[in-house]
């Protein structure tokens, strides 16, 4: 156990006593299990799809927004840059997971839109955080990273710096990083990228996990130990996909601040 | 055993029998597990979003109607306004499930359009029911309510007198009334809020009720009896979020009227 | 074992070896469980919603398309309208499932222009094979077949005869057929119909499958096969819905081409 460790396990404990309640503007495929990731892990999951709704809840009892490009539409993209601005005034944090960017120009042109709003966390796979720094790389495959995450590295700090957010790189290794200060994690299991919206839904958690940390950088590794976490306890117990599924939702809400404290592989490079 | 759980059992039977075919206008997070509850209980779903459609399978074989509004677009609500008019000449009764209302404003004023055209029941906790029949009190937190179901039966009750329809208030203790009788539920467990969609997927149990009721009273509270006795069972071989979902379908499909009868914790006040 | 089965056990292995990547527009209900069995299969999914990016997806990495009407609005139906076209332009087959097709009048109208570009398969129930050949005959109820899948065998074969499409018509008996050729398949298990979304992410496999396959034909029966056995071994072990819907993702990732040549009731007619 170090410092890193310690201080997951505390943004764990503090989330769940705060309960906070994140709007997600998600993907259509992704909804259910990210509303049941989040409520597992002891968050409030909201979801809308009407602009003035949107802003009431921001408004008034939303702690935090994801934003998710999976299944943009034209009308979904304009309610999401709505979303943020409505979010900055609120003073409410924001996360970005950019699927597919670089593959596919539409939703790219979107991200560098909703960019302008500055978010508190981006969380995407090597070739999306590659083709949103806007350095030339590696593609998707659909929404597959290409690439490894340790070749995202240098594009998430540019990246992090130029946008202030905190970068989260997901892969076998998961890269946390401000744009000094880098965070490796080590937990998970391969498992976890073949049941759809794992991935996704971890955009959920990190909007949580802001809600319980001081800084986006200290969220980042956290939702990453925290989901790592509780993907290698279930891909033990399951190591097929459907059971694994129901197991990893058991596993997040059975999962104490302490066990966190002690499995999370978290390391400052 | 009382003659309100004997009735409660009546209904499963002859829900089973009938095996109703409910169209579902309901909110994008939870459309899977509520066909899934649906089918699992012995209803048969169908889920459209073309207003052409939906009037042309209530005019063919629909046998029920559920409208619920969690995730709420203006071309949705178009949508449901006119589904429920089809309804009504159809001859064929609807539920609504005013997810959040008096918390945001549009789906507020939707409901209340709504509501000019009579359902046959309506489905909600605590903060719902009281904000619909217009009372000051409670908000939701999101999609959670703020108030103990018992704070609004006299919301309910009033309610239930001003549309005419059956009202289910759901929270620890149920509350069916049709304003004039009141039939309270005990069954139940704390677990069905920490999985998305239940309480929603209920709104499309209840309209499978209707069909095999002789009145909206006795299918709210079969409804709430069912759904309730289903989730303790299911609770107490599952106490995590994951594998209680899937068992939950297990113990729907696996209930049987006898079980109902024996079980059902139902009293009128 | 004889050579469909052997056929059948190839293209389950070339799949897994390719990992075809297929986009589905389906409908809103069961795109999650599509995702995941696509997933356990050994495909790699992809959801978009906004045209231009279904373009970009065809002409680069895409190798297959799933066009479901299930919940068909006006713009989908124009997205995939377009969507088929691209994919006629970019030689990827395409695969269509007629949800409710005879039914309803909508969809029956978009389904007959979508043929206007030739599908590599159709996959259906009896009522929809039959509704979409243009005979008289069994309607659906909602999304049940009223028919036998035998009823609609000659239907089928005159379909694929029409179209050029081989045509899987799925019932207690498989059909698959090119018109010429017909090849039954007795696997499965009856539970798999009460599981919202095993029948239309059949569609997707049947897409993925194209990619390990000859030609479409030797897809149709092989799709069959892989879900049927893959089903029946869930059911087996899992006779009830919920369990079953997660011990049905973790067979078909188990499942091995030997599994297949060995269980497959594959035979010419």
Redesign the interface.
């Known amino acids: 156990m170090n410092e890193l460790t310690h201080t997951a396990a505390d943004v764990l404990s503090r989330l769940r006593a705060k309960r906070p309640?994140i709007l997600s503007l998600t993907?259509?495929?992704?909804?259910?299990?990210t509303?049941?990731m989040l409520?597992?892990t002891g968050g409030?999951?909201?979801?809308?799809?009407?602009s003035?709704?949107i802003h009431?809840?921001l408004h008034?009892?939303?702690n935090g927004l994801l934003v998710n490009v999976?299944?943009?539409?034209?009308q979904q993209a304009q309610t999401m840059i709505t979303a943020v601005k409505d979010a900055q005034k609120a003073g409410i944090p924001w996360v970005l997971d950019p699927v597919?960017v670089g593959?596919?120009?539409?939703?790219t042109e979107v991200c560098r839109t909703l960019l302008q709003t500055p978010p508190a966390m981006i969380r995407g796979n090597a070739s999306e955080i590659i083709a949103l720094a806007g350095a030339e790389g590696a593609l998707c495959?659909?929404?597959?990273s290409t690439a490894e995450s340790a070749a995202a590295l240098q594009a998430a700090q540019s990246l992090a710096r130029s946008t202030g957010a905190a970068v989260l790189v997901t892969g076998e290794t998961d890269y946390a990083t401000d744009g000094t200060t880098t965070i490796t994690c080590r937990n998970g299991d391969e498992i976890m990228t073949?049941?759809?919206?794992v991935g996704c839904a971890m955009g959920a958690l990190a909007a949580a996990c802001l809600a319980g940390a001081d800084t986006p950088l200290q969220a980042a590794a956290a939702t990453a130990a925290i989901l790592g976490i509780a993907g290698e306890r279930a891909a033990a117990k399951c190591p097929?996909?459907?059971?694994f599924?129901?197991?990893?939702?058991?596993e997040l809400?059975?999962l104490s601040p302490d066990d966190v404290a002690k499995s999370a592989l978290l390391e400052q490079m």
Chains 1, 2, 3 share one sequence.
């Open positions: 309640l993907n259509n495929v992704v909804q259910n299990i509303a049941n409520l597992a409030v999951p909201v979801m809308l799809t009407h003035e709704e009431d809840l008034s009892c939303a999976g299944t943009l539409s034209e597919a593959l596919l120009k539409y939703r495959r659909g929404v597959e073949r049941v759809t919206g097929l996909p459907g059971s599924a129901a197991q990893l939702l058991d809400a059975a």
